[in-house]
């Protein structure tokens, strides 16, 4: 497992320090400064093997954060616990730099001690944490009796993500799904790569220690429910989105709350939420997007020191939806000397140094377009090299789920306190963004 873990500055300089394991001695120390920090040429691989060690990189600004172990350890697992101590960090004092690192070092220690033991990782929830480690370290003996048994039953428990005794006047839910569609298209409309991040994050200030379900429309559930039946789970529908009756899911991951076991056997997400805000699952799509705009380019060379370019853009959605927040970029050559724009809607403007013209909307409803036409003029040059037309790029946000996706049901279930699914107040919002979302032209 880990031997040992190091926080450097950029000149090399050892911040924090802490050893594990009797294998790892100072000399792995200078072996990284040496061989990665203060490498003549940029080392770009996150892991570095020096004399039978292996060294685990992150770099957050200008501080290096570094696992090292002689151990043969599973890598993915010791850079999400990297990671995971980079969110830690970032939730107890901001910003991680030198100087934040320096004023709290004894907070850093003290969040070494308990997330790891004897090289292993443990309870890494900051809202667990926070129970026990504040800023001004561990408290004390003003602790009542009730409040260490609730953090030792917190960490030692299979439930470290959320204390007991937790209560609200009013029990709420809010769930948000945010997606980034990314899509190359050619100028003749041929979509060429096409897919959809996708993240389900949720908020819930719920009494006591409630059990949820969540349902979406998953292909393989709505196909077994259609041989089977329909459930009565699947009856109810919780907000927007698109018509589509199914999604196929390519891949998803889950936070530690969801039962695996439960989703690999029914394909159903049962899970006790923690407290606050948290990432609930991410996915990724690539079957059957809806793509919500069309960018239709024309350019058209006139002689050597004159471009004609004219952009139509589609909206594919619903016309009750608005789509917001939307910015076209439109290259130009190196060698532009001036640009003359009209445009139908919004405003445009040819920015030098970007090489680019950047068109912004307000907001456009669904099922309409909008074009706009520039006139390019260059200077001559001696360099025969074709213009290489790089790809024009879209930003924007819309209120629906590119991917199809759509919360069937969201139920909450509380066995000791009197109240059920009907008292909890629920709120669901998709929104849609551009990815890299890019049309050659």
């Keep these: 497992m880990i031997g040992g873990l190091f926080i450097y500055n950029h000149k090399g300089e050892v911040l924090i320090s802490r050893v594990y394991r009797d294998d790892i001695g100072r000399n792995a120390v200078d072996a990284f400064r040496v061989n990665v920090i203060h490498a003549r040429q940029q080392v770009r691989s996150p892991v570095t093997n020096i004399a039978r060690t292996s060294f685990f990189h992150v770099k957050r600004s200008n501080i290096w ?13 010791v850079f999400e616990f990297l990671y995971k101590m980079c969110d830690v960090m970032t939730a107890y004092f901001g910003k991680i730099s030198e100087e934040n690192i320096k004023n709290n070092f004894v907070l850093i220690y003290e969040l070494l001690d308990e997330i790891l033991d004897f090289g292993y990782p443990q309870n890494s929830e900051t809202g667990a944490l926070k129970t026990f480690i504040t800023q001004q370290g561990i408290k004390g003996q003003s602790q009542t009796k009730e409040e260490q048994s609730q953090i030792t039953s917190q960490v030692t428990g299979q439930i470290g993500w959320r204390r007991e005794g937790i209560k609200y006047r009013r029990n709420e839910l809010f769930l948000d799904v945010l997606e980034s569609v990314n899509l190359l298209m050619s100028p003749q409309g041929q979509v060429l790569s096409a897919h ?32 089977g039946g329909a459930s009565d789970e699947g009856k109810s529908d919780l907000g927007g989105g698109s018509g589509k009756q199914s999604i196929a899911i390519d891949d998803c991951t889950f936070h530690q709350c969801v039962r695996l076991s439960k989703f690999d056997l029914e394909r159903s997400i049962s899970f006790i939420p923690p407290d606050g805000e948290y990432e609930l699952m991410r996915y990724r799509t690539t079957k059957d997007i809806i793509l919500p705009f069309r960018v239709i380019p024309l350019v058209r060379e006139v002689g050597r020191t004159k471009l004609e370019v004219k952009v139509v853009i589609k909206s594919n959605f619903k016309p009750s939806l608005l789509a917001q927040k939307i910015e076209v970029r439109i290259p130009t050559p190196l060698n532009t000397s001036g640009v003359q724009v009209i445009c139908m809607k919004g405003k445009a403007k040819y920015k030098a140094s970007e090489n680019a013209i950047v068109w912004k909307i307000k907001r456009m409803a669904g099922m309409k377009e909008s074009q706009i036409s520039a006139e390019i003029e260059l200077l001559p040059t001696n360099d025969k090299k074709k213009w290489a037309r790089p790809p024009i790029s879209m930003n924007f946000e819309v209120p629906f789920a590119p991917s199809g996706l759509k919360v069937r049901y969201l139920k909450v279930f509380e066995s000791k306190l009197n109240y059920s699914d009907h008292d909890v107040i629920k709120w669901v919002r998709y929104i849609g963004r551009s990815g890299i979302y890019e049309t050659r032209c």
């Design 196 to 227: 959809v991040s996708g993240r389900v994050v949720m908020k819930s200030y719920l009494s006591g220690m409630p059990e949820c379900k969540f349902g979406m429309n998953d292909k393989i559930v709505i196909d077994k429910q259609g041989k």
């Design 65 to 77: 954060l570094a696992a090292v172990t002689k151990q043969n350890v599973n890598a993915a697992m």
